[in-house]
């Protein structure tokens, strides 16, 4: 393929959504969040009341997802849903419907077609082992779930939403357990995939490595 993508995977709040659009904007390359993309399928499912069990509907919702993403805004239809869908019931509902193999499929070819020209850094959960699998360079980007909990912990006071450390930590674990062992696309490293422990490491520094790694592949 001759558009080159970096695909960065991780659990949740490891950074990597940070870590992604930083190397984005140095390459200059598009920037997929597909985490977004299961959060506003959630979003959608809970302001249309679908039972989080209707795998049918689930998956014609994700399919139809009228989703719009300009800067680092994102869309849903035309209401501007970019905190709406940070919100921890967002993202555990998320995580649940992320398990329904028909919304994992309904979600594909929107997200390959962030693919453009002149290259994309897609950040997810299995963008190197099932949506990307040829990517130029895989990342896995991990960190312990207590560094994981204090940056939640900043980024949800942040926003000024309300955050609980217990609830967190409690929140992290039960969400890497589901996304790891699940049936379809279960967060693993894929084969070949650069592992980047970031605990005791800054974003910035995370970046670099990132940025060195390519260097030597591309
Ligand atoms: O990364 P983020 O926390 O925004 O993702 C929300 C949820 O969406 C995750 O907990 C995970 O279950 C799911 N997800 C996924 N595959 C991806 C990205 C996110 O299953 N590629």
């Known amino acids: 393929h001759p ?11 490891s950074g ?9 904007e140095q390459l200059g390359f598009h ?16 302001r249309h ?26 869309w849903l239809a035309n209401e501007n849903v970019t905190n709406a869908i940070r919100a921890e019931e967002v993202g555990n509902t998320a995580s649940k419907i992320a398990a329904l193999p028909y919304v994992r499929r309904a979600l594909v070819g929107l997200q390959l077609g962030f693919r453009q020209a002149p290259g994309l850094v897609a950040d ?12 130029s360079l895989k990342v896995f980007l991990t960190a312990s779930v207590e560094a994981r909990a204090e940056r939640r912990y900043k980024q949800l006071i942040g926003k000024g939403f309300a955050a609980n450390m217990a609830n967190l930590l409690k929140d992290l674990r039960e969400r890497d ?16 995939a650069h592992i980047l422990e970031t ?20």
């Open 3 to 13: 558009i080159p993508v970096i695909a960065i995977d991780g659990p949740t709040a």
């Open 16 to 24: 990597k959504g940070t870590v992604a659009q930083r190397v984005a």
């Open 31 to 46: 920037y997929l969040d597909s985490g977004a993309l299961y959060r506003l399928t959630a979003l959608s499912a809970l």
């Open 49 to 74: 009341e679908v039972p989080l069990n209707d795998e049918h509907a689930l998956s014609k919702l994700a399919e139809k997802l009228p989703c719009r993403f300009t800067g680092d805004q994102v």
């Open 124 to 135: 997810g959960r299995d963008m190197g082992t099932v949506i990307f699998p040829n990517a």
């Open 177 to 192: 357990e589901r996304d790891s062992q699940r049936a379809v696309a279960p967060l693993k490293p894929a084969e070949g």
């Open 199 to 218: 605990s005791r490491m800054t974003a910035d520094e995370a970046v670099e490595q990132v940025l060195k790694w390519y260097a030597a592949v591309k």
